[in-house]
Structure formats: C-alpha cells, structure tokens
C-alpha cells in the first residue's frame, strides 16, 4: 500500500505540470482508436463530446467525434495512416487523434516495444496531416483480477508518460484519475465485477471527465451531464472532483 500510495503521488506531481504549461488544444473534431475500453457504456467518444459541449457552451454544436476500435486490439492492429486520409472515415479533417493501447501494453516487453513502435508510426502519419496526438493512459486492473499486481498502475503510466514525451503527444491521465478515485474511495468500483478490468459506468465516466479537462482546460465540475443517468448525482460529482483535481490541481474540494 505504501509502495502505490507513494508511485501515485510521484505520478500525479510528474503529470500536473506537463498540464498546466501547454495550453488546452481545445479540438473541434477527434478521432478515438483503441479497444473495447473505448466502447463500454455507448463510447467514451460520445461521453467526452458531450461534456465538451456543456463546457465550452455556444459554438460547440458541430463538434465531430468518432471512434474507432477493435475488441481486444493493439494499437499495432489499427491502420492509422488509412484513418487520417480523407473521407475514408467520413471526417473531412482530424485535428486530435486519440490512442488507447491494451491494457497489457506496460506489463508484458514484446507489448510494450510494439506499443511503442505504433506509436511513432501512428504519431508521423498524424503530423503528416497536421493531427496532433494524445495517449490515453489506461486504467490498471481491479484487485479482484487473476493478473492484479499493485505495481502495474505505476507501470503504465511510466509508459505513457515516457512515450508521450518522446513523440511530443498530450498526456490524457485516466489512469492517474482511476488511481485517485480508488485511493479516495477503496470500496468504490470503476471496472466491471464480471472481469475486473473494463470500465463500468463510473470509470468511462471518470475517463470522459478527465480527457476533456485536459483537453479543454475546463473543471468538469457542476457539469450537468450524467451519461444519459448511468451515473447518480453523488457519484457524478465525486468523479468530476477527482478529474479537477488530477488535472488541474487539487482544490480542496
């Protein structure tokens, strides 16, 4: 317990002010590519879009978002270059692209070098196109998963935090979020009881509320959005404060 409570801490002081010194891309289109932790609970994509909305208010209506995944994929298997050329995904232009690798990428080394490499790939062909690029810091395993190790949360978001600086991408902290929101509430769950790893309700919540404050610069707190009502009005607002807090510095709050 020691030992995550004190990589959390390094975690979330590494990640604050790489936030706090680019100012918010603020993107009016978006292309999502990762896995089936993109699509639980009507899709990420869809959840972000909307918070963004609520939160930057009038001139957001034509914000276009899309996603794209495959069950149980890599970042390896998407043909990101086909992606980002026109209207073959129907998007004229993508200004942020958004990748979420698998859940595995930081804990096995033949993941992890692909996870990389995909990366770079994926990274060129998107400044080919002026796209910029964000990495979505996946979430670690729940307890009750058979390949739990307390030291996996630590693990990738070394990963991302390295790669991220590498290719010159936006850090999207959801893991860092998950991690605080399980410090604040041990007994609260964010992942499914069925495997203990894809998110339920709350965690895509948690993951929307964080990438679109990082991305808009915005507190998602107040925010009316509740994911269509899959999540209640205390855990809605412990989640947004979370989000703020990893994000844009604690408040307090």
């Known amino acids: ?124 062909a998107a400044e080919a196109k002026g796209t910029r690029v964000a990495l979505y810091m996946t979430h670690a395993r729940g307890r009750e998963h058979p390949d739990y190790s307390p030291d996996h949360a630590a693990m990738i978001a070394a990963l991302y935090r390295e790669t991220a600086e590498a290719e010159g991408a936006i850090l999207l902290p959801v893991g860092d979020a998950f991690e605080e929101a399980r410090r604040r509430r041990p007994d609260a769950r964010f992942v499914v009881d069925y495997d203990h790893h894809h998110p339920n309700p709350a965690g895509t919540y948690l993951a929307a509320v964080t990438i679109m404050a990082t991305l808009y610069g915005k507190s998602p707190v107040g925010l009316k959005y509740d994911a269509n009502g899959a999540v209640d009005a205390e855990t809605k607002a412990f989640l947004q404060q979370v989000a703020h807090d990893v994000v844009l510095g604690a408040s307090g709050g």
Request: charged share 15%.
């Open 1 to 124: 317990m020691f030992f995550r409570s004190t990589m959390l801490a390094f975690a979330l002081a590494a990640a604050l002010p790489a936030t706090a010194q680019e100012a918010p891309l603020a993107p009016s289109t978006a292309l999502f590519v990762g896995n089936s932790y993109n699509y639980y609970n009507n899709s990420l994509h869809n959840q972000v879009r909307r918070l963004a909305q609520e939160a930057m208010g009038e001139g957001s209506e034509g914000y276009v978002f899309r996603s794209i995944t495959i069950s149980g994929g890599s970042l390896a298997h998407h043909p990101v270059a086909f992606y980002l050329e026109p209207a073959n995904i129907g998007m004229k232009s993508v200004e942020l692209l958004i990748l979420q690798g698998h859940s595995g990428a930081a804990l096995e080394p033949a993941r992890t070098e692909s996870f990389r490499a995909a990366v770079a790939a994926a990274v060129d």
